[in-house]
C-alpha cells in the first residue's frame, strides 16, 4: 500500500466513525460516508470490502493498538505497582481520546456477525486478564485488599468505558489529566486525611 492510500484510509475511516458515533451503524449509508467524503460510493470499496468489514477494522484496530500496549506493560520488569500506575494512565488516556470509537465499541459491537464479534471480544478478554493479572501480583504481594478481583477490572473498565457520555476532548480537563484523576481515585479513594473510626 503506498502512503496516498493509507492516509485516504485514515481519513474514511476516521470519518465513518464519526458517522456511525452520530447516526448510528444502522443510520449510516456507505452513500452517507461517500457524500461526506466527496468520494463516489464505488471508490470506497477500494479501501474495504463491505459496511460490516468496515465496522469491524474500526473496532479491531483500535481494540489491537491500546492492547498491544497494554500487554507490553505487563512484560516490563517494574513492580506490580508500577505496572497498575502504567495500565491504568494509559487506558484512561487512550479511551477517552477517542470518543467516536468509544462510542462504537460500546453501542455497535452486537452488530457484527459472530465471527467478527468473537474476534474482538477475545481481545477485550486479553484486557481483562491483563488487569486481572496485575491485581493478582499485588494481592500476592500483600499490597491488595481481599477484593475479588472480577469486581475490581470491571470497576475500573466501567469507570472507563463510559467517559463518552460525559468527557470533552476540548473542554477543561485534558485526557491525560483525567487519567492522573481516574488513577487517584481508583487507588486512593476521594476522602483526605481519611481516619477510620474507632
Given at each position: 500500500?503506498?502512503?496516498?492510500?493509507?492516509?485516504?484510509?485514515?481519513?474514511?475511516?476516521?470519518?465513518?466513525?464519526?458517522?456511525?458515533?452520530?447516526?448510528?451503524?444502522?443510520?449510516?449509508?456507505?452513500?452517507?460516508?461517500?457524500?461526506?467524503?466527496?468520494l463516489q460510493k464505488g471508490s470506497l470499496y477500494h479501501y474495504f470490502n463491505s459496511k460490516e468489514e468496515l465496522l469491524f477494522r474500526l473496532l479491531d484496530e483500535y481494540v489491537t493498538e491500546a492492547?498491544?500496549?497494554?500487554?507490553?506493560?505487563?512484560?516490563?520488569?517494574?513492580?506490580?505497582?508500577?505496572?497498575?500506575?502504567?495500565?491504568?494512565?494509559?487506558?484512561?488516556?487512550?479511551?477517552?481520546g477517542d470518543r467516536d470509537r468509544q462510542v462504537l465499541l460500546i453501542?455497535?459491537?452486537?452488530?457484527?456477525?459472530e465471527s467478527y464479534k468473537s474476534q474482538v471480544i477475545e481481545k477485550e478478554r486479553r484486557y481483562y486478564r491483563a488487569l486481572t493479572g496485575i491485581f493478582s501480583q499485588?494481592?500476592?504481594?500483600?499490597?491488595?485488599k481481599a477484593?475479588?478481583?472480577?469486581?475490581?477490572?470491571?470497576?475500573?473498565?466501567?469507570?472507563?468505558?463510559?467517559?463518552?457520555k460525559w468527557f470533552q476532548k476540548d473542554g477543561a480537563i485534558t485526557a491525560g489529566e483525567?487519567?492522573?484523576?481516574?488513577?487517584?481515585?481508583?487507588?486512593?479513594?476521594?476522602?483526605t486525611n481519611l481516619v477510620e473510626e474507632e
Amino acid at each position: 500500500m503506498t502512503k496516498k492510500f493509507i492516509l485516504k484510509q485514515e481519513q474514511i475511516f476516521n470519518t465513518a466513525a464519526a458517522l456511525f458515533a452520530e447516526k448510528g451503524y444502522h443510520g449510516t449509508s456507505i452513500q452517507d460516508l461517500a457524500r461526506v467524503m466527496g468520494l463516489q460510493k464505488g471508490s470506497l470499496y477500494h479501501y474495504f470490502n463491505s459496511k460490516e468489514e468496515l465496522l469491524f477494522r474500526l473496532l479491531d484496530e483500535y481494540v489491537t493498538e491500546a492492547l498491544n500496549k497494554v500487554e507490553k506493560i505487563c512484560t516490563l520488569e517494574i513492580g506490580p505497582e508500577e505496572k497498575l500506575r502504567q495500565f491504568m494512565l494509559f487506558y484512561s488516556s487512550f479511551y477517552a481520546g477517542d470518543r467516536d470509537r468509544q462510542v462504537l465499541l460500546i453501542n455497535d459491537i452486537d452488530k457484527l456477525g459472530e465471527s467478527y464479534k468473537s474476534q474482538v471480544i477475545e481481545k477485550e478478554r486479553r484486557y481483562y486478564r491483563a488487569l486481572t493479572g496485575i491485581f493478582s501480583q499485588l494481592q500476592d504481594a500483600g499490597k491488595m485488599k481481599a477484593i475479588p478481583q472480577a469486581v475490581a477490572a470491571f470497576a475500573f473498565f466501567g469507570m472507563v468505558h463510559y467517559t463518552h457520555k460525559w468527557f470533552q476532548k476540548d473542554g477543561a480537563i485534558t485526557a491525560g489529566e483525567l487519567s492522573e484523576m481516574f488513577l487517584d481515585i481508583f487507588t486512593k479513594g476521594v476522602f483526605t486525611n481519611l481516619v477510620e473510626e474507632e
